[in-house]
């Protein structure tokens, strides 16, 4: 659950809001200033007087958003003006971005005139590639909608009356064909002659559901020819069907669509459907019946939901951003039906598909596959970008919106290559983590961010976290933050009924190293020993502490009680990097100061190992100063031996060096110069030759390139061990516990731990 100082925290640290704009384009010489604004932009300037489509070949506007509403139907919140309508805004601004590679400017205005919106937005049309209109009241937002979709010559698109909409087609498409019906013939029963439900009608008569098949109810029941206050919106979904209630037209129903509100509908409603009934109840935040009832009502019922908690989720964010990315690449006038009845039957087809091993791999390779319970595809699948977007420009050139043609496979390619893996990669983590759950140790139970950092695993279901220290302080600076931590195992080590097992254990593990029985019973009151030692008798499955403690006295501790695995010499490290259209392993950032050849090759085995555990699959450059002999040096020839140690240990595995990075991370440079070399592609596990070059590398990425990154992450340990850096942040915590949850449960999986 999110709670509101987290929200509020969320939207208010660092800089302000969600959104930034950043120049895509060098603006830092005298030069570059000239280039970009004056004399530079004025030939681009005369290129689009003399040919007004080359705007998009010289400016932004075929990629730029408009998302614009005057707030007076914000989802949960109602008419709240346009100023509290500006999160909602910048929110489905960075979904955007992040599912679609789209910019945006949202737009709130200030009044509640149709007709001056219209013509506010008109005047606009020359700024944008398009609009997205967004939570406008009915029937001022439906009558916006249609004005600029006449009026403009980019496409418009109201997020509220379709992207649902697309989503549930989609589902129903799929729906129908596992029970065996035909749309043509199916009874509909639709509850909610609103905005989301104005859009679901319209599409299901564009599927071929028949006119007199549609029933339509709103809060006073059927939409019926005789009703003198209805819209002229709802007007053309009007049935004269004999019985009004809502409770008749559900008798024999096949289908059963909710737009309304939550918790309206009665389990006998569903079992006086026709066989083989669909359900899907698509209210939000709760909907017309939960998943589990309506699932518990009928054995023969298919169910839908907008909940993301269980299958079949109805989510608009598997709509909207595709949708966009694909009129938008066609540079189309419009976004017609036939093009969102294209969404839809490609998020339909793609559900049919084998799913992905990236996919299963975040859902704890659960096995999906077509049917009852699998309707949709997951919103991680990368397939959806290039699947529905491709649809939608493919029908937009059909239907001669389009103002520019594509090749199929050139364009599905461009759509692979435009977001990359770095985006979604921990996303993806998450969700593969929260199938495990594993159990946390925290040693320093008592660290605000710490505790901070346990609420969010608790409520986001990725780990159950453990903490150690004394249960009256932990509580108290629990009260004193407000975070929500019920049900979190504390433990003293002092008071512990384990303690005395651990003492005994650590002792029996060290007593030939020079430790005395009071010496164990020293450091085993220790947290860090405490914590190690209960991932050692199996009491936690993972640790992770050095929060507020010297980085060298934890990693000790954790040498002397969990060791290196079976066969591994030393422990090592890694740090996951993700860039906005990339993912990187850096090796070794925090524990081998100055390895040896054996070393470096034993440090690129393990990372190359975790990568794979991760789902990303190893490219490893060996990096050094020279490439590929250039420079005879003892630090080079340390680099190209390790190499070679690699290649003969692992010959499956694709590695190369010694090389620099810019050789590793550049086609170009590999092509024009190393045409030889065994990296076809550009490195994703990048081994450094020792700790200075790696960790500066690693820091220059953090603090100057913008670079989220992930650790250390310790590899070679006998047990998933960790130790976080000083001044580790919340959000360093949570992803770090992520990532280590779920490369341990990976090697164990595979046996490989």
């Known amino acids: 659950m999110i709670k509101k100082e987290d929200s509020l925290m969320y939207h208010s640290s660092a800089r302000k809001g969600k959104i930034e704009i950043h120049p895509t384009k ?118 916006i909608y249609d004005m600029l979709c006449e009026n403009l010559n980019i496409p418009v698109f109201h997020e509220n009356l379709y992207s649902t909409a697309v989503v549930a087609m989609a589902a129903l498409i799929n729906a129908l064909d596992l029970v065996g019906k035909r749309m043509e013939d199916i009874r509909v029963v639709l509850l909610g002659a609103g905005t989301v439900g104005i859009g679901c009608a319209r599409l299901l008569i564009k599927l071929g559901v028949k006119a007199e098949n549609l029933l339509v109810y709103d809060i006073k029941g059927l939409l019926h020819p005789d009703r003198k206050d209805l819209s002229d919106y709802q007007r053309p979904f009007t049935n004269k069907f004999s019985d009004r209630s809502l409770e008749k037209g559900f008798e024999g129903a096949d289908v059963f669509i909710g737009a309304s509100a939550g918790g309206i509908l009665k389990l006998e409603m569903i079992r006086s459907m026709s066989g083989f009934p669909i359900v899907f109840a698509l209210a939000t935040p709760e909907p017309e019946i939960d998943y589990e009832s309506a699932k518990g009502c009928r054995k023969d019922i298919i169910v839908a939901t907008s909940s993301g908690r269980y299958p079949n989720s109805v989510l608009d964010l598997l709509s909207f951003p595709y949708i966009f990315r694909g009129a938008l690449d066609i540079q189309a006038s419009g976004i017609t039906e036939n093009m969102l009845i294209a969404a839809s039957r490609a998020l339909a087809d793609l559900a049919r598909d084998e799913v992905i091993e990236e996919v299963e791999r975040a859902y704890s390779f659960e096995n999906f596959s077509f049917g009852p319970e699998y309707l949709l595809p997951k919103p991680i699948d990368p397939r959806i970008l290039v699947r529905e977007s491709s649809a939608v420009a493919l029908q937009a050139i059909k239907d001669k919106v389009a103002k520019c043609k594509i090749k199929t496979e050139d364009y599905q390619e461009s759509l692979n290559i435009r977001l990359g893996t770095g985006r979604e990669t921990l996303r993806r983590l998450i969700m593969r983590a929260r199938q495990e759950k594993y159990r946390v140790v925290f040693s320093e139970g008592t660290s605000e961010t710490i505790l901070r950092s346990c609420s969010v695993l608790l409520d986001e279901g990725i780990a159950v976290p453990i903490l150690l220290g004394q249960e009256r302080e932990i509580i108290k600076i629990i009260d004193k933050l407000g975070v929500e931590l019920s049900g979190v195992q504390i433990i003293d080590p002092y008071n512990s009924i384990t303690f005395d097992a651990y003492v005994d254990e650590y002792y029996r593990m060290r007593n030939r190293r020079g430790v005395f029985k009071a010496t164990a019973i020293d450091r085993v009151r220790q947290r860090d020993y405490y914590a190690a030692m209960m991932v050692h008798s199996g009491d936690a499955d993972m640790m992770i502490a050095g929060f507020s403690t010297h980085y060298v006295d934890t990693l000790r501790t954790i040498v002397e009680v969990i060791g290196p695995e079976k066969d591994v010499k030393r422990i090592s490290s890694f740090y996951l990097v993700l860039l906005p259209k990339d993912v990187v392993l850096l090796a070794d950032c925090a524990v081998n100061i100055t390895p040896t050849s054996e070393e470096l090759a034993e440090i690129a085995l393990l990372t190359a190992r975790t990568s794979r555990a991760l789902g990303i699959d190893p490219v490893v450059a060996m990096l050094s100063f020279s490439n590929f002999g250039s420079v005879d040096d003892p630090s080079v020839e340390k680099v190209r031996r390790a190499a070679e140690i690699v290649k003969l240990r692992s010959p499956e595995l694709t590695v190369d060096g010694e090389m620099q990075l810019a050789a590793a991370r550049d086609e170009i440079i590999r092509r024009d110069y190393f045409p030889f070399t065994r990296l076809k592609s550009n490195a994703n596990n990048l081994i450094f030759p020792d700790l200075q070059s790696a960790n500066l590398t690693l820091q220059s990425l953090q603090y100057m390139g913008g670079a989220v990154t992930v650790g250390p992450i310790l590899i070679g340990t006998r047990l998933p061990v960790h130790l976080l850096q000083y001044g580790a942040t919340v959000e360093e915590v949570v992803n770090l516990t992520t990532v280590a949850a779920v490369e341990a449960a990976e090697l164990k999986k595979t046996g490989q731990k």
């Open 26 to 143: 060098a603006c830092l010489t005298p030069r570059d200033m000239r280039l970009c604004y004056l004399p530079g932009a004025s030939y681009p300037s005369y290129e689009i007087i003399k040919d007004s489509a080359s705007v998009f070949q010289y400016t932004s506007k075929g990629n730029l958003v408009g998302v614009i509403t005057d707030g007076s139907a914000v989802p949960g919140l109602g008419d709240v003006g346009p100023l509290a309508a500006k999160p909602m805004q910048e929110g489905i601004a960075s979904l955007f971005k992040r599912l679609a590679d789209i910019d945006v400017f949202d737009l709130e205005l200030n009044t509640k005139n149709p007709e001056q919106f219209i013509e506010t937005v008109r005047i606009l049309e020359p700024t944008f590639g398009g609009i997205n209109l967004k939570d406008i009241k009915a029937p001022d937002g439906l009558k």
